[in-house]
């Protein structure tokens, strides 16, 4: 099974950021280790809900922070937001409603690591653009 680590390369540098990003990867964790436990889908299912609402708090705190420093990336960023939370919510529905098929992790697993990309480019620009203002 595929685990993800948080790792200084994904470190911006800003400590709600990190905290947040932290506790995001363990939340990933913990739906990628019930579904190949195959844990009972309200285990599953109870993680899928924490997993989409982390999200939206996370990424809603991300955007208040650019709001608040007026950064010029904003608009690009919360089109990811938007995106990246439409996405996640059709994924987890697929495996809140299937089990989780090799399908549905392959693309939650995929899925993920734009969301680790993210975070290594367009997370540690907002973090450095914060710092400077």
Known sequence: MIKYEFTK???????M???EHRELIQAV???????????????????IKFLNSYVNQHFSHEEQLQKQ?????????????????????????KISAAGPTIAELGEL?????LLIAHIKTEDKKLAAFISQS
């Open 9 to 15: 390369n994904l470190e911006t540098g800003n400590t």
């Open 17 to 19: 950021i990190d905290k």
């Open 29 to 47: 964790n913990k739906l990628l280790e019930a579904c190949s436990e195959g844990k009972g889908r309200t285990s599953m299912d109870e993680t």
């Open 69 to 93: 420093c007026s950064y010029p990336g904003f608009p690009a960023h919360r089109t990811f937001h938007e995106t990246y939370k439409k996405t996640l919510k059709e994924i987890t529905s």
């Open 109 to 113: 697993n995929k899925h993920i690591s």
